[in-house]
């Protein structure tokens, strides 16, 4: 029996499942060197916002509030190749496929902030 007193070891640990197969319906691929060059206006009002970022309930959720705004439900992560697969709840997402919730993702993830999960198919 354990308690406070007899610590888990490594070997008892697991970590979480750092991969997934399927993210929400209306993912896009997202290529964040390209969005810096080409929508640079929104790559900025990431990095100069007040962020707030909530991990969900699997690797690739997040809530993600920016400048004290409604959170926006994200979903993101890597692809094998170094891009990356991921969609929001916000309307400017729906209408352009790029928004400042992802930016900040991609932005925490490079500061290792967060770990992004690998996204293992196409599905």
């Known amino acids: 029996m354990k308690t406070a007193e007899s610590p888990t070891t490594t070997s008892e640990c697991s970590l979480p499942d750092q991969r997934v197969s399927r993210q929400p319906s209306g993912t896009r691929s997202l290529n964040f060197q390209q969005i810096r060059d080409d929508r640079s206006a929104t790559w900025n009002a990431a990095l100069d916002a007040t962020?707030?970022?909530?991990?969900?309930?699997?690797?690739?959720?997040?809530?993600?509030?920016?400048?004290?705004?409604?959170?926006?439900?994200?979903?993101?992560?890597e692809h094998p190749n170094g891009t990356h697969a991921g969609w929001c709840s916000c309307e400017v997402f729906q209408a352009t496929t790029v928004c400042p919730h992802l930016c900040v993702l991609r932005q925490y993830a490079a500061l290792n902030k967060l770990d992004l999960p690998e996204r293992t198919s196409d599905s």
Request: proline fraction near 7%.
């Open 51 to 77: 962020v707030e970022v909530t991990k969900g309930g699997r690797p690739d959720l997040f809530l993600v509030s920016v400048d004290d705004d409604c959170p926006a439900n994200c979903s993101l992560a």
